[in-house]
């Protein structure tokens, strides 16, 4: 006599190992996706699961962000467009001290010093930065992003960005190109040259550009361009295109005798459009901050020594953990012993949705960092598990043009122990060495951690 009415059909439920054992005789099951919450987090959850604002408080925080409209509208010095004063860095990632700062956060500080005239010699630089004789501070202190090291002196030149919705506005340095730049830590004379070069020359022209064209729709430009095969943080080809058709004419009124120079240089750079999608995603994700009781992350950042992130309820204070070390592809001989841990503000364009979060429409960008195309796509369907909403705006064709996962919220991220995927540049860690490779990098889950325990116990 059978012992059971009816076949059986099993629910397993976490580790694989009996589903597969099941799978292996042909009996019928339904695979449930759990995983444990993070460790240490079940007080917390409870406590911020409970709170009666945190659903309205993320819907408002949520709306605010998709509903933001970057527009890319000047061009201009940071003196003038921050009132950054002469002897004040600003740096990618969280607040650091010279003491604590990676190689490449070095090397790019010490490139800034020969650069204002600040410093003679290199030697002459690391005395002053290590004596506390200029002034450090956080880029996302002062609305501003920073691919990389990130540093930003008073003569560099920066995309402003304005929310045509919520009236914020946003600023990123200019992009120098791959190879040896001063956001990777190199600081050499042809990086000084470039840079002196885009404050006399790129920066005006594009400047008087805009003046001609008007305000470019960043977040129209960044929908088509996931469509044409980017995903806006290390695949920029189609956005850096579509961004120079859009300008080229006005270029060529505004400043005839450079353009073709202006646009020769940014037409061999496939990741010049990186940093105003970085400042639009930095006035977007700047839209929803300061909802009492939102658990949404607002920035996520690194300063090549610090993974930190920024939450909506608790207002500009970081949360950090270590930073780790990108697994990725090398350029020429280096490797892994090469690598700087994980740095840059280029991680708003995850906060904001897209890099990572948008690898499934930019089945290429595993060629940049590694993995294969499926991995891509796994990536993006992962981030969905974290995420609050869906972009209306940037779709995905590969996904039946579902919009891209958008909206990290700490309380998901800390259920389900998914953490944020982030793809990346990898720095040489000896400052002066510049880029050694690209790849994928997790962050540090303590940092979410930290996080959740502030919105549930600091009241």
């Keep these: 006599m059978s012992l059971l009415p009816v076949d059986p059909h099993v629910v397993t439920v976490g580790a694989d190992l009996l589903g597969q054992a099941l799978d292996a005789q042909a009996v019928p099951r339904t695979a449930v996706d759990w995983r444990p919450p993070l460790p240490g987090t079940a007080d917390a959850l409870a406590r911020v699961l409970a709170d009666p604002r945190r659903a309205a408080a993320n819907e408002a925080a949520v709306a605010r962000l998709l509903s933001a409209r970057p ?16 002897g004040t860095f600003l740096h990618a ?10 190689g490449p956060l070095r090397g790019a500080l010490i490139g800034a010093m020969l650069l204002e005239g600040l410093a003679a010699t290199v030697e002459e630089a690391e005395r002053s930065l290590a004596a506390g004789e200029v002034t450090l501070d956080s880029c996302h202190h002062h609305r501003t992003v920073g691919p990389m090291a990130g540093v930003v002196s008073p003569s560099m030149w920066l995309f402003e960005v304005r929310d045509a919705e919520h009236g914020g506005t946003a600023y990123c340095s200019l992009n120098e190109g791959l190879g040896k730049v001063l956001r990777y830590g190199a600081y050499g004379p042809e990086v000084l040259d470039r840079l002196r070069w885009m404050g006399e ?32 943080h290390n695949r920029n080809r189609a956005a850096t295109s ?6 080229a004419p006005a270029l060529v009124e505004a400043a005839p005798a450079r353009a073709a120079e202006v646009l020769r240089f940014a037409a061999g750079n496939d990741h010049f459009f990186l940093n105003p999608a970085m400042a639009a995603g930095k006035v977007s994700t700047d839209a929803a901050r300061g909802v009492p009781g939102s658990s949404l992350v607002v920035a996520m950042a690194r300063n ?22 990108p697994d990725g592809l090398y350029l020429g001989a280096y490797g892994p012993d090469d690598a700087n841990p994980d740095i840059g503000d280029s991680t708003i364009t995850e906060t904001s949705g897209l890099g990572g979060f948008a690898m499934a429409a930019a089945p290429a960008i595993v060629r940049f960092v590694g993995g294969e195309v499926g991995d891509a796509i796994t990536a993006t ?33 800390a259920r389900t122990g998914l953490l944020p995927v982030v793809n990346t540049g990898i720095a040489g860690r000896v ?29």
Excluded at 433 to 449: H, K, Y
């Design 71 to 86: 527009q890319l509208v000047d061009v201009r010095p940071a003196a003038d467009a921050l009132g950054l004063p002469r």
């Design 93 to 102: 990632g969280p607040p650091i001290t010279w003491e604590r700062a990676s």
């Design 201 to 232: 020359v790129l920066g005006p022209a594009l400047r008087d550009a805009l003046r001609i064209s008007g305000p470019v729709d960043l977040r129209a430009m960044i929908a088509q361009a996931l469509q044409m095969g980017d995903e806006l």
């Design 242 to 247: 579509l961004f120079l058709r859009e300008l």
């Design 304 to 325: 090549g020594t610090d993974f930190g992130v920024q939450v909506s309820g608790l207002g500009d204070r970081w949360f950090t953990g270590p930073a780790g070390v």
């Design 381 to 413: 369907r992962s981030m969905y598990e974290i995420t609050l909403a869906e972009h209306p705006a940037y779709q995905i064709p590969g996904l039946g043009f579902r919009g891209t996962p958008v909206g990290i919220d700490v309380v998901l991220v």
């Design 431 to 459: 400052a002066g060495t510049g880029q050694v490779g690209a790849g994928l990098v997790s962050p540090p889950a303590e940092a979410f951690i930290a996080a959740l325990n502030a919105l549930a116990f600091d009241k």
